[in-house]
């Protein structure tokens, strides 16, 4: 009985201890990737800015499951995507300026994600483009430690996407009459 009543106490210590330590982490993390795409940036611009392009390279575009609705107001573009269980998900474009396109994500009335597209132009051409992730966790402390290992467990899948709009802009770019 002893042994028990000094296991639990350590497991309410270690929770404890945990909890105070994620206070300390931050609520904001940032993953960002970034490629080289044989393209002018208004070329890479518009393939970004164009949600209808989107179904060549992003996943969520191309999964049969769910159902995408595209509305544009002024400069802005929206994106609504339902999935089979009835739960929506949003997307609006934003351009604050001219070499960059922000894009706000919505899961119901919560927004916790932020594309931010980062486009430079090189002098041979090319676009260097930076695709910034920001997404900001709950103080739960299991969200705000996930935060820590963000990078590693969806870092791939963008880099993925990045090579997928790559190959789309590129494509294009060929195809285009010149």
């Known amino acids: 009985m002893r042994s028990l009543k000094i296991f639990v106490l350590i497991v309410i210590i270690t929770t404890g201890f945990l909890a105070t330590l994620t ?9 960002s990737k970034s490629i080289l795409i044989e393209a002018t940036g208004p070329g890479v611009e518009s393939e970004i800015e164009n949600f209808e392009n989107w179904k060549k390279w992003y996943p969520a575009f191309q999964n049969r499951n769910i159902a995408i609705v595209i509305s544009k107001r002024g400069d802005s573009s929206l994106a609504t995507l339902i999935d089979e269980n009835q739960r929506e998900f949003s997307m609006a474009l934003v351009k604050p300026g001219p070499e960059r396109i922000d894009i706000f994500l919505f899961e119901g009335n919560k927004k916790n994600v932020t594309y931010q597209f980062i486009l430079s132009a090189t002098r041979t051409g090319q676009t260097q483009l930076t695709w910034n992730i920001n997404t900001s966790f709950p103080w739960y402390p299991w ?25 789309a802009v590129e494509s294009h770019q060929a195809g285009a009459p010149g």
């Open 23 to 31: 206070l300390f982490l931050p609520s904001k993390v940032t993953v």
């Open 143 to 167: 969200e705000k430690i996930r935060g820590i290992f963000l990078d590693k467990i969806t870092g791939p899948q963008y880099q993925e996407i990045l090579q997928n709009l790559k190959v």
